[in-house]
């Protein structure tokens, strides 16, 4: 077994320790890993658990509780923030639902040891009514057609979704959307959402103009919506630019909290959005990576393009941050990064055409979009 793998195991208490105590080269190898793959303080864990004479060289291990402590630290931040970002939103009588890392955190069992990026809020409503809401009093920038960056917090990203996600096929991507439409966390139907600890969630219709409401707050989406937003946005990532093992441990937790009852539903909906085959593969994943028991699977794993996924995940890293073509330079012109960005997408046409073959001409869409409308 890869002794990075192992390490995952054993920080999940699916190990004990290792067969023979990994070398200190080895340890230095693994402490990279779990920083391209943003695992830290999730692996931090396991190693803390390992017995007297299988820990790493003393001055890796002060290195790495150090870099673990941080992301506590950052943890913590975000949450205040987010209680901060929550009065924001109420006080412009906005509704938010909190989406990804920030929302995914409380289903890990150390949550302060997931290591936090930005924080996503997805914020229903017509564009301009929200990017209008939010440039009366902050820098918004980056305005796609799915979301946009608000210069909220001077240490940390906040990123406005206008849509959960999206996908490049405009046919799925029309079918997605209307999905969240119809299973927003901001309706009581199909389920009631999960809500943030201190928010009770609105129940105006997300299509309608964000108006001022004394019940509007920040949400948390319940597990079946998690189950297809967080598929889609590992697809989209996937497909674009790379996909980490941070974001296959969220879903593994996703499907640990998905009711059985709902599973089935759920996998319908990922095959009527075109992610059927994905949805196979990341099973697999998910079971080799993280010890998944068949119970929790969604479908029968790929046992064709699960292989593909693993080695592309371990090989990428976090969001793709070791795949040499996310790399541009400074000189580099408009046309070289899209023909650089479509050659790295079209690496996947034999496994995933439907998405793939679009790809170019949505990202000619959302430039065009973009100028139209004044954002570039």
């Avoid at 890796?60 to 924001?88: F, S």
């Avoid at 924080?119 to 409503?125: E, L, M, N």
């Avoid at 400074?330 to 439907?354: G, Q, V």
Wanted: glycine fraction near 6%; include cysteine; hydrophobic fraction near 40%.
């Amino acid at each position: 077994m890869h002794p990075f793998r192992k390490l995952l195991l054993i920080s999940m208490g699916r190990e004990a320790s290792f067969e023979k105590a990994p070398s200190p080269k080895t340890w230095e190898h693994l402490f990279k890993t779990s920083v391209y793959q943003t695992l830290v303080g999730i692996l931090n864990v396991g190693v803390h658990r390992l017995p007297s004479e299988q820990l790493p060289p003393e001055a890796l291990l002060e290195k790495w509780d150090k870099l673990t402590e941080k992301v506590e630290k950052i943890y913590w931040q975000h949450e205040r923030q987010v209680a901060e970002l929550e009065g924001i939103l109420r006080q412009k009588g906005l509704q938010g639902c909190l989406l990804k890392g920030t929302g995914l955190a409380r289903l890990y069992p150390t949550p302060g040891r997931r290591q936090s990026g930005d924080i996503d809020v997805w914020v229903p409503g017509p564009r301009k009514a929200v990017l209008k809401a939010f440039s009366d009093d902050y820098g918004v920038h980056e305005v796609l057609y799915q979301e946009c960056k608000v210069d909220i917090f001077d240490d940390t990203i906040v990123e406005v979704h206008f849509h959960p996600s999206k996908m490049s096929n405009p046919f799925l991507n029309a079918r997605l959307q209307r999905w969240f439409r119809t299973h927003s966390p901001f309706t009581s139907s199909p389920a009631q959402p999960s809500a943030h600890p201190s928010a009770v969630a609105s129940q105006d219709s997300p299509s309608e103009p964000p108006s001022p409401h004394p019940s509007a707050a920040l949400v948390y989406p319940d597990a079946e919506f998690n189950a297809v937003f967080c598929m889609a946005h590992m697809y989209r990532h996937y497909i674009v630019g790379g996909l980490g093992l941070r974001q296959m441990m969220d879903y593994y937790y996703v499907l640990r909290e998905l009711p059985a009852a709902r599973r089935g539903p759920a996998m319908q909906t990922l095959k009527r959005l075109g992610m059927g085959r994905f949805a196979a593969a990341m099973m697999l994943a998910l079971q080799y990576n993280f010890g998944l028991e068949d119970e929790y699977l969604l479908c029968e794993p790929d046992r064709k393009r699960g292989p593909k996924l693993i080695n592309d995940t371990f090989r990428m890293g976090n969001f793709g941050v070791l795949d040499s073509r996310n790399r541009g330079h400074d000189r580099e012109s408009a046309l070289a990064r899209f023909i650089r960005k479509n050659r790295r997408s079209f690496s996947n046409l034999r496994w995933y055409p439907r998405e793939v073959l679009w790809a170019p001409f949505s990202r000619i869409a959302q430039y065009l979009w973009r100028r139209l409308h004044g954002f570039l």
